[in-house]
């Protein structure tokens, strides 16, 4: 009987002691470190634009804001392509969605080259009407 009493207590101990702290603080890095990846909904939303403002943090294929820049092209790739490096409009990437290539992402970089944009959106074309301005 003594030994089945013993069997159980150190069975019930381990339960009892609280974690040490090590173990709690590895819990919270990786509990913070939780993104909500939206590259499996690119085709059921019209546009997605993920920013620093959200009160989810979200990736896509991986990729997140505040990524270094020299980081982004391995990130995405084999799924996106690089097709322009805009520099005009600020420093960003225009990416071509290899599955979809109607669909393209443009990665916005700060002054720190860091992602501080991702918008995912269909390549549309938009026509502007002259005929009416000029009558």
Same mark, same amino acid.
């Given at each position: 009987?003594?030994?089945?009493?013993?069997?159980? *207590? +150190? #069975?019930? @101990?381990?339960? #009892?002691?609280?974690?040490?702290?090590?173990?709690?603080?590895?819990?919270?890095?990786? /509990?913070?470190?939780?993104?909500?990846?939206?590259?499996?909904?690119?085709?059921?939303? /019209?546009?997605? +634009?993920?920013?620093?403002?959200?009160?989810?943090?979200?990736?896509?294929?991986?990729?997140?804001?505040? &990524?270094?820049?020299?980081?982004?092209?391995?990130?995405?790739?084999?799924?996106?392509? @690089? *097709?322009? /490096?805009?520099?005009?409009?600020?420093?960003?990437?225009? @990416?071509?969605?290899?599955?979809?290539?109607?669909?393209?992402?443009?990665?916005?970089? &700060? &002054?720190?080259?860091?992602?501080?944009?991702?918008?995912?959106? /269909?390549?549309?074309?938009?026509? +502007? *009407?002259?005929?009416? @301005?000029?009558?």
């Amino acid at each position: 009987m003594k030994k089945y009493c013993l069997l159980l *207590m +150190i #069975l019930i @101990l381990p339960l #009892l002691t609280p974690a040490p702290a090590s173990a709690a603080s590895a819990f919270n890095m990786q /509990e913070t470190s939780i993104f909500s990846d939206l590259y499996g909904q690119r085709r059921t939303q /019209e546009m997605i +634009i993920i920013s620093p403002d959200d009160a989810v943090a979200h990736s896509f294929y991986g990729l997140k804001i505040g &990524d270094k820049k020299s980081d982004v092209l391995r990130t995405l790739r084999p799924a996106f392509t @690089l *097709m322009y /490096e805009l520099k005009a409009i600020g420093p960003a990437y225009l @990416l071509s969605d290899v599955v979809y290539p109607d669909y393209y992402l443009t990665v916005s970089f &700060d &002054d720190q080259d860091r992602v501080s944009m991702i918008v995912y959106q /269909e390549n549309k074309k938009v026509h +502007i *009407m002259t005929d009416g @301005l000029n009558a």
